[in-house]
């Protein structure tokens, strides 16, 4: 093992922060790393045999480590990030700007500016806006720039000193810069910073500036200028609403990341937010060298190898939180000579902006592979692994919920092609049979989670609960069986859509009562599976010996992922239902008495002891004669307290 022979090398290595450089035997650097503790760091290598192929390819080809030791971890990654650009070694994760979409440059180094398509944004003083998806989008933007505003289109030494315009002056599409008498440079500047407006996404800005002019123009009767500033007004808006239909002041200037990660390649999209709007959208791409990594250490490489080349903003948001984010900070904050803010947002419109960089991240990625999505081989292996007639397109989970059999509940989450439908998510509340004893006050039946799926229940012939008798809390089997069939008639009702694939969360127990409640539904011929926890084994109904899927299958991945989220769907749903049942008082099941009442009643006599112990003419003046006689009559049947 090639790592092992610098053993020693590493024993003597320092416990400072600072940066080592891996080199093959051809002399080149292979691998760039920083490092809080250099010693700590290099000799974690010692033990990382098996942890991925990456590393592993890495550990075999290593012949020599060479350090740099700096003063503080901040200065460790601007020096990893530079070394890493100018080395380019084939082990770190390399990412490049996507120059498959152009960008308009507004050319502010010319006295009279155009707009020009651009492959590369360049440091040389003008403004650069895109990348254009389609391609086509930038020419129609540069299209816009001379027929709404005049930017002239030649490429000719302005001087105003020609004696005539040429032809685009008298089609409308230039302002005619060349003769001074027709355009001077404070009109022609004018309709430029109306183009950068544009291109910054600042179109309400740049509309009412426009119907300021239009205004004007038609107080001073210049009506033919009022109709161009008026038309122009329109397009303006209409961009607008196009370019940015999630806007909102609150985001101000932020870049917002989102990668998705493939099986040889990931992406990164940065949204660039200005005055709330997203004005640009940037793409990194990776090659072969971030096959396998997390997310969390694409970030971290994005962000380094982005703010390289520009200034970031006051503030950054992140899908995940990469480990070294503190550091992060740190650096671009030194960079910027100003405070630098990295979050991860949880929920809300943030969130939200997180999530549509992550799909547009998903969207180009697959893109890049030919249209292939990466969870197809997960679903080819389910096919395979299960025998299945055709792709499990529609996978379908089912979890249940309880405390000691209180309060049980289930969900049901829909999994289509490889992605969570949430919108058809369901939840249960698992009725108790016949024989369950009183557990109080409106407590002995709890109402459906969704009154749907308990109407095409009770039209089920058999019996509502499948197991009545004397125990209080139906088990397990049963409820994963009750579960199944209002599930499946309600589908069944509706003509569909039905399963490819029914995901049990269990095992032979829980899956046999489910395929006794498809029976009785005529679904037998549904293809049912268990997952149990412990030893992620399939069970299926065909074979006595489950399926096991190798760790890293990406079909163990899938059914993994659908399990796991619904069961986190189940237990947000129990966790309500145990605190509506903390809540709950006696007074809800009186017939008249609302949450308005129930809180008039409460603070008029304090305690439902008091409310038990009113009399009617207490009672009239609070809730009404109707109410009143009806809050008697159930305390009258259930009798006094002891």
Not at 53 to 68: G, R, Y
Not at 411 to 424: H, L
Request: proline share 6%; aromatic share 4%.
């Amino acid at each position: 093992m090639a790592i092992q022979d610098l053993r020693d090398q590493i024993a003597r290595l320092p416990e400072q922060p600072g940066v080592y450089l891996y080199g093959n035997a051809a002399g080149d650097t292979i691998y760039v790393g920083k490092a809080r503790a250099l010693r700590d760091r290099v000799r974690s290598y010692l033990g990382a045999r098996g942890s991925g192929p990456k590393t592993d390819a890495l550990l075999d080809e290593v012949t020599s480590l060479d350090v740099i030791v700096t003063d503080s971890v901040v200065e460790a990654l601007a020096l990893e990030n530079n070394l890493i650009k100018q080395r380019t070694p084939k082990y770190n994760i390399l990412l490049r700007d996507d120059k498959n979409y152009p960008y308009l440059r507004l050319t502010l180094s010319e006295a009279f500016p155009r707009v020009l398509v651009a492959r590369q944004v360049a440091k040389d003083g003008d403004l650069y806006a895109g990348p254009f998806l389609p391609a086509t989008l930038a020419r129609r933007t540069i299209t816009l720039s001379h027929k709404l505003f005049g930017l002239r289109s030649c490429n000719e030494v302005i001087t105003g000193l020609r004696p005539r315009p040429c032809l685009e002056y008298d089609i409308k599409r230039c302002l005619a810069p060349c003769v001074a008498a027709i355009c001077s440079p404070e009109q022609y500047g004018r309709a430029v910073e109306d183009m950068r407006l544009l291109l910054e996404g600042r179109v309400d800005e740049l509309a009412r500036d426009l119907d300021g002019r239009m205004r004007e123009a038609a107080g001073a009767e210049r009506f033919e200028e009022a109709a161009h500033h008026r038309d122009a007004m329109r397009v303006v808006q209409a961009v607008g609403a196009r370019q940015q239909k999630m806007a909102t002041t609150a985001f101000g200037d932020r870049d917002v990341f989102g990668v998705a990660t493939g099986a040889e390649s990931a992406v990164i999209q940065v949204f660039q937010v200005r005055r709330g709007r997203v004005v640009e959208r940037i793409t990194l791409q990776s090659g072969a060298s971030a096959a396998g990594e997390g997310p969390d250490a694409l970030i971290s490489a994005a962000v380094q190898q982005f703010y390289e080349e520009q200034d970031p903003p006051r503030e950054i948001d992140l899908p995940v939180a990469p480990d070294d984010l503190d550091v992060l900070e740190a650096w671009l904050s030194s960079k910027a000579n100003r405070r630098v803010k990295i979050g991860v947002p949880q929920r809300g419109d943030r969130r939200r902006l997180v999530d549509l960089a992550v799909r547009n991240a998903e969207v180009a990625a697959r893109a890049r592979t030919g249209g292939t999505d990466s969870r197809t081989p997960a679903l080819e292996g389910l096919r395979d692994a299960l025998h299945l007639p055709g792709l499990p397109r529609r996978i379908e989970c089912i979890d249940i919920s309880t405390l000691q059999g209180a309060e049980t509940v289930a969900s049901v989450v829909v999994c289509e092609d490889g992605r969570m439908a949430k919108g058809e998510y369901r939840k249960y509340r698992i009725r108790q049979g016949p024989g369950t004893r009183d557990r109080g006050p409106g407590k002995n039946t709890e109402p459906p989670a969704d009154a749907a799926e308990s109407d095409s229940a009770s039209a089920l012939p058999g019996p509502q609960s499948p197991v009545p008798g004397p125990s209080r809390f139906l088990d397990d089997f049963a409820a994963m069986a009750q579960v199944v069939q209002r599930r499946f008639a309600r589908v069944v009702e509706a003509g569909g859509p039905f399963p490819d694939l029914l995901v049990i969360d269990g095992g032979r127990g829980q899956l046999d009562a489910a395929y006794g409640a498809l029976e009785r539904l005529g679904l037998a011929n549904l293809v049912a599976v268990g997952l149990a926890k412990r030893e992620e084994l399939v069970v299926t109904r065909d074979s006595a010996v489950p399926v096991a899927f190798a760790p890293s299958s990406p079909a163990l991945r899938l059914l993994q992922q659908i399990r796991d989220e619904a069961h986190r769907f189940a237990v947000t749903f129990h966790r309500q239902a145990r605190r509506m049942r903390d809540l709950r008082s006696e007074l809800d099941v009186i017939p008249g008495v609302g949450p308005r009442r129930r809180r008039a009643l409460l603070t008029r006599f304090g305690s439902l002891t008091g409310v038990r112990r009113a009399t009617r003419e207490d009672l009239v003046p609070v809730v009404g004669e109707r109410c009143a006689d009806a809050v008697l009559t159930h305390f009258a049947r259930s009798g006094p307290r002891a």
